[in-house]
């Protein structure tokens, strides 16, 4: 079985590939050599965002790769602090500058924030509509979205995002936000994939991964894939960027599947915040 990553079509007609890389918390020092590294491996997604400090090395990565623009499917995010239209505006122009791109292929807004802004995301939504109309970004979606948000967006916008990227991982199956998506064609992406490393020595995946020949960290992306979910786990490791990047060459039946999504903790199983109340707004 040849490993190669399918594309997941996306509502607006695009595509993205199933499996990415991602770049939370790389050092920007060390940001360009990790994703020259995926790149070569044969990663064509890159996950970033203003708040990680490292859009600019990541362009910089793509560019010192010999590879086309074109080739390289690109995400990034709007920070917290710039929800107002004026404001998102500007920093969407500071992300394609530090990129030095003049589209990116996926322009998310990071957080909903429901509790500042006056409780309106909808503004920034529509904001993030002219960067799609305007063909900077070819695709707009959210991130950390739960579903009324997405049911105020379904009824105050005019686009429907092309993705919604969340925490999901087997302790926090996050099924309900996944399900909304699933039946109004929005993709999810799924962010802490292998829940920062927390599930690698579960039992239950261990086991799974003795049966099938495969590390813990392939058999917890297989999951992901067979579930259908975009993921682009994180690593500054070379060995485990080409680890995580082969895993579209074996499958797991219905019973390992289950197994794993047995494993779903609930509220408790999240590593990072809740988006209901999370309202971070970096100094
Ligand atoms: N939208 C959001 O709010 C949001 C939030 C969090 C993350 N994200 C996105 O999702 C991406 C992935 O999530 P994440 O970075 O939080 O966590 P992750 O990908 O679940 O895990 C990364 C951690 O696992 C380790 N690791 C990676 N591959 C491994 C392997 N094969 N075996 C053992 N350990 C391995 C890495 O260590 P080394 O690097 O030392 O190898 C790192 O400590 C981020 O980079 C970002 O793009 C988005």
Same mark, same amino acid.
């Given at each position: ?9 996306? !509502? ?14 790389? #050092? ?11 790149? #070569? ?92 109309? /305007? ?10 979205? +739960?579903?009324? =948000? ?23 199956? !996050? ?7 699933? $039946? =109004? ?10 829940? +920062? ?20 960290? +392939? ?16 690593? $500054?490791?070379?060995?485990?960027? #080409? ?5 579209? /060459?074996?499958?797991?039946? /219905? ?18 915040? !809740?988006? /209901? ?7």
């Amino acid at each position: 079985m040849a490993n190669t990553v399918p594309d997941i079509s996306l !509502n607006d007609g695009n595509t993205i590939p199933q499996l990415g890389f991602g770049v939370f918390q790389i #050092e920007p020092k060390d940001t360009a050599e990790a994703v020259g590294r995926a790149l #070569e491996i044969g990663y064509r997604h890159i996950d970033t965002a203003e708040m990680y400090g490292n859009e600019a090395e990541v362009g910089e990565g793509i560019r010192a790769s010999g590879l086309d623009r074109s080739e390289v499917f690109v995400t990034s995010k709007l920070n917290n602090g710039f929800h107002r239209p004026e404001d998102a505006r500007r920093a969407f122009e500071s992300t394609l500058a530090a990129l030095k791109t003049d589209y990116v292929d996926l322009f998310l807004i990071h957080w909903p924030l429901p509790t500042r802004y006056d409780g309106d995301f909808v503004s920034t939504w529509k904001t993030l509509e002219e960067f799609q109309r /305007d063909g900077r970004a070819r695709s707009i979606g959210v991130s950390n979205f +739960q579903v009324p =948000h997405l049911e105020r967006l379904a009824a105050e916008a005019d686009v429907v995002p092309a993705v919604n990227q969340i925490e999901v991982h087997p302790y926090f199956t !996050n099924e309900q936000v996944r399900a909304y998506g699933n $039946t =109004h064609g929005i993709p999810t992406e799924a962010w802490s994939p292998i829940a +920062q490393g927390r599930v690698l020595d579960d039992p239950t995946v261990v086991d799974i991964a003795e049966q099938v020949g495969r590390t813990p960290a +392939q058999v917890v992306l297989r999951w992901h894939v067979q579930r259908g979910d975009i993921v682009f786990p994180k690593s $500054t490791t070379p060995k485990r960027i #080409e680890e995580n990047f082969r895993i579209f /060459d074996f499958t797991l039946d /219905d019973t390992a599947m289950e197994r794993i999504s047995g494993l779903d903790k609930g509220e408790p199983g999240r590593t990072g915040p !809740n988006p /209901d109340v999370f309202d971070y707004i970096p100094a």
